[in-house]
């Protein structure tokens, strides 16, 4: 199975998915509109490698989506332009060591905006399939 490889744009918004790489960037496709773009590598994150702070460790993000969509049962949550009580509300229930002082409201905004991205455009559970899979053979692995 090819790994579904989920990206952010800096200055673009939403999430795309990684089509292909060339010698100056990759070409990603919009998983809300289907547009093609290409995107410098220095302008691009896959959230595969994004991790939350919390008081304890550093929390992949695929982590905190899986226990978004856990208890939201794998459905959309609440907006991202919710308030900010109500999003550090929200993030406490989902996350609660998570590091309020290196964790800002805007990343809240983007965690659920991109929750919710995934939730909508029918991605969410192969991404976390993937991720967990790929934990399972890693840990596989390392007690072999």
């Known amino acids: 199975m090819d790994e579904l490889r989920i990206i952010s744009v800096s200055g673009k918004p939403g999430l795309y998915k990684l089509l292909s790489s060339t010698k100056a960037g990759v070409i990603v496709e919009s998983l809300t509109d289907k547009k093609r ?3 410098p590598f220095t302008s691009i994150s896959a959230l595969d490698e994004i991790a939350i702070y919390t008081y304890e460790e550093e929390v992949p993000l695929w982590k905190v989506f899986d226990k978004i969509a856990e208890k939201e049962n794998y459905q959309t949550t609440i907006s991202h ?4 009580d109500e999003l550090f509300k929200f993030f406490r229930e989902v996350l609660p060591d998570f590091d309020e002082e290196q964790v800002y409201p805007s990343h809240i905004k983007k965690i659920v905006q991109w929750y919710n991205i995934l939730v909508d455009t ?4 192969d991404f976390l399939k993937n991720k967990i899979e790929s934990e399972e053979k890693s840990e596989d692995n390392s007690e072999a």
């Not at 332009?81 to 900010?84: D, L």
């Open 81 to 84: 332009k919710s308030s900010k």
């Open 37 to 39: 773009i290409m995107a």
């Open 122 to 125: 029918g991605y969410l559970k």
